[in-house]
């Protein structure tokens, strides 16, 4: 009896060894893909040469290795012990905090003031930022400079161990904030009104499980933008408005994509999300205005929940002012941006929306102020220059 215990044992292990291989040349189960970025690696050719200095074996091994039967499952399988028994994260810049909290360790050092840029830094970005918005005034246009939320400054009660007693230096967010209110800029701090709601709501503003904020708080921060833009412009615009709310704790689009990004098996986290019922009501006097924006990912959710197009007569987004994004445009078909089509469509625009949240301030717009600014005053361009 015992034998066969045994023998049985090892067929059994023999078995699980032999699945990958069976999967491999007769596929029975159909994985799920694996989130996140991946390079498989391609196969390769056999000749003498390769054979002899090794290389053909490092990329064979390598070929099989990821293209392996089952090997979606069995990373998230690895992925799921090694999170559930040792709280372990498979990324080198994700970082588990407390309460299930997931943080990129950018965004920590944001907060910290780690990669504070310095004040005479920002005082000339703000400086030739307020001289772009006087001058596109002018010819009947507006320019918004808008801080969208950031994770660390909402969650910082969450910080992973190693963050929690850290010293907290000057921050680009505070600097550029006071400056832009100094200096007349036009300005719309949703990171501010993020927290101030932290404990007055009920519904998710920022998931834990998410890199941005939630459906719920894009979609409000969108009415308010909208409503800043008719107070400015003197006009009445569409507004995403919603009769009902669906609350449930299955995650939804991007709600959850830190914890996608993991391929585990179960919820990362346990939250309440709320997804509204939207619809874009007004008037029949409502306008739609000519927008560019000129931001980072965040501006991804206005794009995906309808939100421009519905309010936008026209939209582009100049993802970090080097690629180009528009209803024309979707995001499989990116285009490199062109410094003559960006002064060319500048014309063609009611306002400019420069939208950052606080962790890519260090990098604000990228050439974008620089550019226009030399286009609109290219005698302090030479001036600069002979200095």
Request: proline fraction near 4%; aromatic fraction near 16%.
């Amino acid at each position: 009896m015992g034998n066969k215990i045994k023998t049985g044992i090892l067929f059994v292990f023999f078995a699980v060894l032999l699945l990958p291989m069976v999967q491999k040349g007769l596929p029975f189960i159909k994985s799920g893909a694996l989130n996140g970025e991946f390079t498989i690696a391609p196969d390769t050719v056999f000749t003498l040469g390769r054979w002899f200095d090794g290389n053909y074996w490092n990329k064979k091994s390598q070929y099989l290795n990821d293209n392996m039967g089952l090997r979606p499952d069995l990373l998230r399988l690895t992925d799921e012990i090694d999170y559930t028994l040792f709280k372990k994260i498979h990324s080198e810049w994700r970082l588990l905090g407390d309460n299930s909290c997931v943080f990129q360790d950018m965004y920590i050092y944001s907060y910290l003031g780690r990669d504070y840029n310095g004040y005479p830094y920002i005082h000339e970005k703000v400086r030739k930022l307020k001289a772009i918005q006087d001058t596109l005034a002018k010819l009947g246009k507006s320019l918004i400079f808008v801080q969208s939320p950031c994770k660390a400054f909402y969650y910082p009660e969450y910080f992973p161990a190693e963050f929690k007693d850290a010293p907290r230096n000057t921050t680009n967010y505070e600097v550029y904030t006071r400056l832009a209110d100094s200096m007349g800029l036009n300005q719309v701090d949703f990171n501010k009104w993020f927290v101030s709601m932290k404990h007055k709501t009920t519904e998710l503003l920022y998931p834990k499980q998410g890199f941005h904020w939630s459906v719920y708080g894009s979609l409000l921060a969108a009415d308010s933008f909208n409503k800043y833009v008719e107070q400015l412009r003197g006009i009445k615009m569409l507004h995403p408005v919603w009769d009902s709310i669906v609350h449930t704790d299955n995650a939804r689009f991007t709600d959850d994509d830190i914890a996608k990004s993991m391929n585990l098996i179960f919820p990362l986290a346990h939250e309440r999300f709320s997804y509204p019922v939207v619809q874009f009501k007004g008037d029949k006097a409502a306008v739609k205005p000519r927008i560019i924006y000129i931001g980072d990912s965040f501006l991804f959710q206005w794009m995906n929940e309808g939100v421009l197009d519905n309010t936008n007569a026209d939209w582009q987004i100049w993802y970090y002012y080097k690629i180009l994004l528009s209803h024309d445009v979707p995001m499989q078909s990116w285009h490199m941006l062109d410094d003559n089509y960006c002064i060319d469509q500048l014309g063609k625009a009611d306002c400019v929306v420069v939208m950052f949240t606080s962790r890519n301030l260090d990098k604000l717009a990228k050439d974008f102020i620089e550019k226009t600014y030399d286009h609109f005053y290219p005698a302090q361009k030479s001036i600069a220059g002979i200095r």
